[in-house]
């Protein structure tokens, strides 16, 4: 299925951890000071945090209870260039959704950091990305959405996007480099301002 375009569409899909905020540097801070193990961001290479982290299921379900606490999720920073790039597109006429994989129940908390730091966005959707979010949106009806472009972390998201026919740029992130190199569809890039000079307007 080709891509498409911007000329068709005028929604945009934003990935939420890693994307908007700097989610993976927060835990980092959050594994040192509740379990005592440091990991050095570069050293995240899995996205599977039981293998990053080397923590069993037991604690590992602790770990995502204590990332998802209100106070956890509002401490994450914005990432550099992301909050600029949005204003400039919605101020080109853009839809914007804000897509994440979190647990549903976290929406307040979310919706507090988004405005906490005014991001500009039309739709905020929680999809059952990972099969740990029950509640959310089925994956299935994301897929078949039309964006204009999609911009992700995730390299298994990224593959089912571009495989979808949508045109992906795939953040750079050590979890996603030895896992999914990229294709036609997929341009990987470095930081946001890469991004934003690789859209059409």
């Not at 934003?14 to 050293?43: H, P």
């Not at 979808?164 to 996603?176: F, I, K, M, T, Y």
């Amino acid at each position: 299925m080709a891509a498409v375009s911007a000329s068709e569409t005028r929604r945009v899909y934003v990935d939420f951890d890693d994307v908007l905020c700097a989610t993976a540097r927060g835990f980092l801070v959050i594994l040192e000071r509740e379990f005592g193990k440091t990991v050095r961001f570069e050293d995240m290479i899995d996205f599977d945090l039981g293998r990053s982290f080397d923590l069993p299921p037991e604690k590992l379900r602790r770990f995502f209870e204590l990332v998802h606490e209100d106070e956890a999720l509002d401490g994450f920073e914005p990432l550099e260039g992301a909050l600029e790039t949005l204003s400039a597109w919605k101020a080109a006429g853009l839809e914007i959704e804000v897509v994440t994989g979190r647990p549903p129940d976290t929406r307040k908390a979310s919706e507090a950091w988004l405005a906490r730091h005014g991001v500009l966005y039309d739709e905020l959707i929680f999809v059952e990305k990972y099969g740990h979010a029950p509640g959310g949106v089925p994956l299935d009806r994301v897929l078949g959405r039309d964006y204009a472009w999609v911009i992700e972390d995730s390299h298994a998201m990224a593959e089912q996007l571009a495989e979808a026919g949508q045109r992906v740029h795939l953040l750079d992130r050590p979890w996603n480099r030895s896992q999914f190199a990229g294709g036609a569809d997929v341009v990987r890039c470095a930081d946001w301002k890469e991004v934003r000079g690789s859209v059409p307007l």
